[in-house]
Nanobody, 123 residues
Framework: QVQLVESGGGLVQAGGSLRLSCAAS????????MGWFRQAPGKEHEFVAV????????YYADSVKGRFTISRDNAKNTVYLQMNSLKFEDTAVYYC????????????????WGQGTQVTVSS
């Protein structure tokens, strides 16, 4: 069982930056690939980024590539999402999620989810 708690969301002007954090419980954090997803009002969950458990493999959605950076600190059981050059269309609830055995951009491969943190970008 893995429990995930996101933090760091808020209101920011377009062009600004935010760093999201996701703290995980459990002793096997490094065995999970960790992903970030987002959901804007009236839209489906959208993949943002994923990082593998311990070998540093990273993959980004095209919409955030070059602006967002995912990282993790396995000693702290935490995954981060640094978001720079934010745009109005980045406004959404951001979720972190944990997947075992796969590194995936599909929400259906993630077993554990956080409660989400709201990011609002004003234009």
């Amino acid at each position: 069982q893995v429990q995930l708690v996101e933090s760091g969301g808020g209101l920011v002007q377009a062009g600004g930056s935010l760093r999201l954090s996701c703290a995980a419980s459990g002793r096997t954090f490094s065995s999970y690939a960790m992903g970030w997803f987002r959901q804007a009002p009236g839209k489906e969950h959208e993949f943002v980024a994923v990082i593998s458990g311990s070998d540093g493999y990273i993959y980004y959605a095209d919409s955030v590539k070059g602006r967002f950076t995912i990282s993790r600190d396995n000693a702290k059981n935490t995954v981060y999402l640094q978001m720079n050059s934010l745009k109005f269309e980045d406004t959404a609830v951001y979720y972190c999620a944990a997947a075992s055995a796969v590194i995936s951009a599909s929400r259906y491969d993630y077993r554990y989810w956080g409660q989400g943190t709201q990011v609002t970008v004003s234009s």
